[in-house]
């Protein structure tokens, strides 16, 4: 992404946000200075991404303190506000780990609130970076000598994140090496995160890219038209179970029917310790007029219900390589998180 654009930034009084619900149609920013508006723009998606809503969450602490205290609340309103937008989401593990590491600090005023979200911030873009080098690394070392056809799912790139990236991040890295030939961006269904973002993001960075049907994706890796998927994450279990954006799943399956490596790229941030397994991780059920209608215009009959996950969980088996900022484990073949940590 170009410097020109950043996805959250501290304004001096509130954060600065890139609406990625316009996207591509409209580059626009909106800065939010109220606790429950930022709670709104996590739920609405104009902030997403495991890693962003990390960071949106901590600069939240400290907008809650503002407010409270040009409104004059109590500390208990002020920690109530604090923990609606540390909910606002439940699957994305960052978005309360961003709360958690700032509120310590509340008691030492706004300024040290700040700086430690801005170090959130910082650390986010120095991760992904390290997630990018380690990544390429991994990939180049397993795959065929020449430039690459990788499948991606979702949005995780700069948009989803500070900066540059997590699965986007390792493409990134990739493309300056000169080893990527195309890019399949997965739509994304529902709310088309891969078609509106991630080719944005790709043909911005001049990496060349096909949008495809999520239905697609499974097809195109059996038909040997892939050599890698990278993706991200929005909560890793201890034992390397992956939650994901909703359609994850069909591409692993595919992956290892294929012998095609699948590639879960995150900051240790994402990882949970506290969940032993997947099954323990709170799959965010959504509005489900989001898979009834599409702006505005019904695609589905009155009287049709709508199921809505908004995530799913790839079992730790399918999951070939996880890339953190601190190295790349073989989940698949047994190096956990969880043993990761221990050892
Ligand atoms: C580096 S972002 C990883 C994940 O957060 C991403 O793949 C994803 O599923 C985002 O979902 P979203 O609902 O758009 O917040």
Known sequence: MRDDVRTVEWAGD?????????????????????????????????????????????????????????????????????????????????LAAGVDRVVPLVGKGVDAVVAEAQAVLDEDVRGNRAIGASGADWVTARTPDRPLRILTHCNAGALATAGWGTALGVVRELHDRGRVEKVYADETRPL??????????????????????????PSTVLRGLVDVAVIGADRIAANGDTANKIGSVG???????????????????????????????????????????????????DGAGGFNPAFDVTPARLVTALVTETGVLEVAKGETPGRAART
């Open 14 to 94: 509130g954060l600065r946000l890139l609406d990625q619900t316009v996207l591509p149609g409209r580059v626009e920013h909106v800065v939010v200075r109220d606790a429950d508006a930022l709670v709104d723009a996590i739920r609405r998606l104009v902030v997403r991404g495991a890693p962003a809503l990390g960071v949106a969450g901590a600069f939240g602490v400290a907008i809650a303190m503002l407010q409270a205290e040009r409104e004059g609340w109590d500390d208990a309103a002020r920690d109530a506000a604090i923990a609606r937008v540390r909910e606002a989401r439940p699957t994305a593990v960052n």
């Open 251 to 301: 591409v692993a399956l595919a992956c290892a029917a294929a012998g095609v490596p699948l590639v879960v790229a995150a900051p240790w941030s994402t990882v949970d310790l506290a969940l032993a397994s997947g099954d323990l991780i709170p799959i965010e059920e959504r509005d489900p007029g989001e898979v009834l209608a599409w702006g505005g215009t019904p695609t589905a009959p």
């Open 192 to 217: 088309l995160q891969g078609a509106r973002l991630t080719a944005w993001e790709l043909v911005r960075a001049g990496i060349p890219c096909l949008v495809q049907a999520d239905g697609a994706a």
